[in-house]
């Protein structure tokens, strides 16, 4: 337990005492589950792919974790205007990464997302404008209901619109359905009247239709899901694995299915959860993050800055439901979507970015004593 004298001035010392340290614990928690997840799902999946070791990921998501632990305590330390302007900075840092995607970008699976990096391996750009946009997104909104500057609000629909282009020629649909859910959050957060919120969720409607046709990709997973298609695979092993483990789990390096699932250590990494801890540890993991999600929203209750309230509510937004969809998919609930379970998913650019945006999310609701203190 750290030890730190209310008395003390120093950085460390005020963000000590002012930061949401339950939060934080329940963050790191999960990043202490990341470690134990990785331990038990990714040597397999090492030994099945002929990896030179089997702790290969393992040994590459202890230096991703320790890095997004890092990232966590030291973003959390910013003042909001730091937070301002290192999401700035950051969106326009992913949005040429992200173009530069579609050109030199490695393909995979038919989809440009990735860019090669020496040391780092393959880094997934579009992974950082989630927490970025949707700061920057907050000021642009903030500033145009406040100020009445409607040019902000403007640009904000601007940038959503190119990131959504890019996104779609990528293509990562479900990335931009994710992105599109926190800017529309924010918008109704901010006080959107009921007739443009039923004209929004119409356009969604829309545009996941559109999407279903327009996509193979798509179809094939509504397929799969609805059961018009019987290759069904990994949905079919994770099932059972949440089966064998019943209450408790089989116990750690118990599990046996994990063998099989091609994604053991990515995007089914809850399904061994459930077959090595059983039930218990998955209602651990799901309610850790939903304790983040409620906490953050119930200490927005009290902030008087929109900024803050908009920013925060678009970081809960997707932080919580990149939480949904890999728990919900991994449990047939909804379409499968390969996207990982934040810090506990095999997976560098997610864990980072993902730690970018709960460190912001830390910043800004840590308590103030005054205006001033925000912009130092």
Not at 21 to 33: E, S, V
Not at 143 to 153: P, Q, V
Not at 302 to 309: P, R, S, T
Not at 353 to 362: E, R, W
């Amino acid at each position: 337990m750290i030890q730190v004298s209310r008395a003390d001035n120093s950085t460390v010392g005020r963000w000590w005492w002012t930061v949401d340290r339950w939060t934080l614990a329940a963050l790191l928690t999960l990043i202490g589950f990341g470690y134990v997840m990785m331990l038990a799902a990714s040597p397999a999946v090492a030994e099945r792919i002929g990896a030179a070791s089997r702790n290969m990921f393992f040994l590459r998501q202890v230096v991703y974790l320790g890095l997004a632990a890092a990232v966590l305590v030291a973003v959390s330390m910013l003042t909001v205007k730091q937070v301002r302007l290192l999401a700035w900075a950051g969106l326009a840092g992913a949005m040429l990464m992200v173009a530069a995607t579609l050109v030199v970008g490695t393909e995979i699976k038919g989809a440009r997302r990735w860019i090669s990096l020496p040391g780092f391996g393959s880094l997934q750009p579009s992974e950082f404008l989630k927490p970025c946009f949707a700061v920057v997104a907050a000021w642009l909104i903030a500033e145009g209901k406040l100020a009445r500057r409607h040019g902000a609000t403007v640009l904000s629909v601007l940038i959503f619109g190119v990131i959504g282009v890019m996104l779609k020629s990528q293509p990562d649909i479900g990335m931009m359905l994710v992105v599109a859910a926190v800017f529309f959050a924010q918008f109704f957060v901010a006080g959107l009247n009921l007739l443009a919120v039923g004209f929004v969720g119409l356009l969604g409607i829309a545009g996941a239709v559109g999407a279903y046709f327009l996509f193979p990709h798509v179809q094939a997973r509504v397929a799969r899901f609805t059961g018009e298609q019987s290759e069904n695979f990994q949905i079919e092993v994770a099932l059972e694995a949440f089966g064998n483990g019943g209450l408790l789990g089989r116990g750690p390096g118990e599990g046996r299915l994990k063998n099989m699932l091609p994604d053991a250590h990515a995007d089914f990494v809850f399904a061994v959860a459930g077959e090595e801890f059983g039930l218990v540890m998955c209602l651990i993991i799901l309610a850790l993050f939903a304790f983040v999600v409620v906490r953050g929203l119930v200490r927005l209750l009290g902030e008087g800055d929109l900024f803050v309230v908009l920013a925060s509510a678009g970081l809960l937004t997707q932080f919580g439901l990149q939480a949904f969809i890999n728990m919900g998919s991994t449990l047939h609930l909804i379409p499968t979507k390969g996207m990982t379970l934040p810090f506990v998913s095999y997976g560098g650019s997610s864990v980072l970015a993902i730690a970018l945006g709960m460190g912001m999310l830390l910043a800004l609701t840590r308590r103030r004593l005054s205006r001033a203190e925000d912009e130092r």
